[in-house]
């Protein structure tokens, strides 16, 4: 589950206009394989055409191979470029494609998190999250416009978290004076609107002493404590990586 430059050369080379990664693997050389179709949603090198249950039609269109994911949410279904949701503790939780709060009055993604404490639960995190491949772990940023003002006091909390597949190690990207506050794998957000990069290779191996994985899990938590509702909005998200031929 890894594209190159030599890969995507080819493709363009042998004018290869679709890509189909199907729900069942085929056996070529003693070996299964199979696409993992989130290796393709989200690249704008790769234009989802047609989807039904596990199988999906991609268009190929070469347009910037240092782009590994982006998600400007200029579509119908959040979950299109591949997001999963989930969370934990009681509560209500929901995420739409909204309007007129993205980066220049774009669509953008609206998630909403409100803790229904009791007396053994007292927080509630709502979250997506999606598998990211990387060309090149070596020089990897991470962008996305963010605005994260409403209803948070007190702990309530937003945070990206960037994971191996393991889930045993993780860095943490945070809102102020919140969950994470005095973890030590954390970077904190100046402020609470704005547009952000990250260098992320330099950030995990500064915090492990090891190379960025080529597989990451990336996550956008939203925390909430008090029983007033958060309200995050969140815009081009993006992911780039020179790639490696």
């Known amino acids: 589950n890894k594209l190159n430059a030599t890969t995507n050369n080819l493709m363009e080379r042998f004018n290869i206009t679709n890509v189909y990664a199907g729900s069942r693997g085929i056996t070529w050389t003693g070996w299964t394989h199979k696409w993992n179709p989130r290796l393709f949603l989200g690249n704008p090198n790769f234009k989802l055409e047609k989807n039904f249950g596990n199988a999906y039609l991609f268009q190929f269109n070469y347009t910037d191979p240092n782009i590994v994911f982006l998600d400007d949410f200029e ?42 404490p009791t007396v053994l639960e007292w927080k509630y995190v709502y979250f997506i999250s999606r598998e990211i ?16 003002t409403e209803g948070f006091d007190g702990e ?4 990206v978290l960037i994971s191996n597949v393991y889930r ?3 860095m943490v990207i945070t809102t102020p004076n ?12 100046d402020e609470s609107e704005g547009l952000f990069s990250f260098d992320l290779s330099m950030f995990w191996h500064q915090t492990f002493n090891s190379s960025l994985p080529n597989t990451l899990i990336l996550e956008l938590v939203n925390y909430d404590f008090d029983g007033v509702e958060n309200v ?11 790639p490696i031929a």
């Open 75 to 116: 579509h119908m279904l959040w979950y299109e470029a591949g997001w999963r949701t989930g969370y934990s503790g009681n509560g209500l939780g929901n995420i739409i494609i909204t309007t007129n709060f993205g980066r220049n009055d774009s669509k953008c993604l609206r998630m909403t998190s409100r803790v229904m």
């Open 133 to 148: 491949f990387l060309q090149n772990n070596l020089d990897v940023t991470f962008s996305f416009h963010l605005n994260a």
């Open 156 to 159: 309530d909390t937003f945070a």
């Open 168 to 170: 045993n190690q993780s």
């Open 178 to 189: 919140g969950f994470y506050d005095g973890y030590a794998h954390a970077k904190t957000f």
């Open 232 to 242: 995050v909005y969140i815009d081009d998200i993006k992911i780039s990586s020179k």
